[in-house]
């Protein structure tokens, strides 16, 4: 089954430990380190000129030799794995050298050993980077600290559970780091030139150059709020209702392919200090009800619509039950998707999460 998450995010035992490596340079290591001499193609009155003259300064980005930037050009694959390199060096306090051969070798060697992207997730780093790519490599050259939401994100228009990255783009929305069309829309299949590469990697980079976004627009259905206010969830076809439960407040939705329960825990009302521990504790309750649980998979730090979350999944008879623990603010929320296992259990999963990606988290 495939999951909206990978790399980055730290794995856990039930200890659910998360540390930053120790010799870590932080935010402040992105401070100007190279010259800016300009490039003949790089006109001083274009939108983008402030963009790359900075990414060079903070020594993110290069020109492509003659003396010319090519703001017009397309990112390749092996670009963004190098800029994204070169970013994550920079804030754990690494060592990086671009260049091997080919020219990329060195920058996708680090990639890989640091999560950045996955063996066997390319198989050219020659081709062309679609936005989706470039926010998928991207979203992890940061950890999600490092990214916090500063805009609340009802839907992007053109992105879907489904979607390549999904969660990293929501993730990038949040952090105003991505800002999409005027209208809000990613065009995630679509390529990528080196000027707006500039841009989104000076606010990954700097977090005062990031971007307010208001996109407040759910996707089409019924839109419904906690009782609360702590999440809203959009709900197409089915029958969503109301409940309570374990002190919990939230909604209940059954449709064709199963079943999907969100609730809500104020934060004041538990003993859990974070979300590992809420997260455990709840899978520890369910053990003992059940007198004892088989794990199909286990607790793990994953990335759920750009939102750092514990996540874990179970089997009863022919249901199975997956659940995501996020927060904000004030509360615990608790997602649980249930659907029949067999030979559709990954349709049903799909359709389920593509309710769960409407999940709109109040800040």
Known sequence: MNFPLKRALVPLGLALSLTLPAAAAGMGAFVPNTTYTGFIDVDSSAWYAADVEKAVELGLMKGKGDGRFDPQGKLSLAEAVTMAAQVHAAYTGQTFTPGGSPWYKNAVNYALENGLILTGEYSDYTA???????????????????????????????????????????????????????????????????????????????????????????????????????????????????????????????????????????KSGQSAQTLEDFAVGKLTALRDQLGGVELLEQPDVVLFRGLSAISWRYQIGNTIHTMFYVENSTSYVELTLSHSAGADADTFYQQLLSTAYTLDLAL
């Open 128 to 266: 062309l980077a679609t936005r989706a790519d470039m926010a998928g490599i991207f979203a992890y050259a940061l950890p999600p600290e490092e990214l916090p939401r500063m805009n609340r994100v009802a839907a992007v228009p053109d992105v879907t559970a489904s979607t390549d990255y999904a969660s990293a783009i929501y993730l990038l929305y949040n952090a105003g780091v991505l800002a999409g069309t005027n209208s809000g829309s990613f065009a995630p299949d679509t390529t990528i030139d080196r000027a707006s590469a500039a841009a989104i990697l000076n606010r990954l980079a700097l977090p005062e150059s990031r971007v307010e976004l208001n996109l407040t627009t759910p996707a089409a259905g019924t839109t419904l709020e906690s009782s609360d206010g702590a999440f809203r969830l959009t709900f197409g076809v089915g029958s969503p209702e109301e409940i309570t439960q374990d002190g919990g407040v939230g909604f209940s939705f059954t449709d064709k392919s199963g079943s999907l329960k969100a609730l809500s825990f104020a």
